[in-house]
């Protein structure tokens, strides 16, 4: 078996509505800071103590989009994994998330279209019971019939 065979995901083939994977990651004080860093989104929402407890939520949150990359993590290593390639993403921010809270973020299957090599997915992120994101991805996944 070769090393491509062994680090690829699922193939179109191998995929079924109805599946799902998960992914959780803690929302640290390093990752806003790296995450600010590198999106140039420096807002004191979520840098600033001071700025932020005079706003909305009276505490600094995570940069949505910090929240949203964890949608990347479950598609790109678990379902379908890799080989497949985002085409596009649609979410809905419901509920803040806050430095020390720990995100899941559930992926599920819910159309495949194996003449286009595409699936979609229902992406919705959590903090324990509650629904922080909601979305939905259009990935093109490998058909191991055209490799």
Known sequence: MSVFQELHGKYIE??????????????????????????????PTH?????????RF????????????NITGVLGTKLPGPGCLY?????????PTRIGETVTTRATVTGI???????????????????????EALLWVPSREKM
């Open 113 to 135: 279209n194996l003449e286009k090599n595409r699936v979609t997915l229902k992406t919705d992120c959590f903090v324990g019971d509650t629904q922080v994101l909601d979305g």
């Open 87 to 95: 085409m596009s993403q649609t979410m809905k921010f419901l509920a």
């Open 47 to 55: 840098l600033s103590n001071d700025f932020a407890k005079e706003e």
């Open 14 to 43: 191998d995929l079924e509505v109805g599946m799902t994977a998960i992914y959780s990651k803690t929302i640290t004080e390093a990752a806003i800071e790296i995450f600010a860093g590198l999106s140039g989104d420096t807002n």
């Open 58 to 69: 009276k505490e600094r949150i995570a940069h949505g989009m910090l929240v949203a990359s």
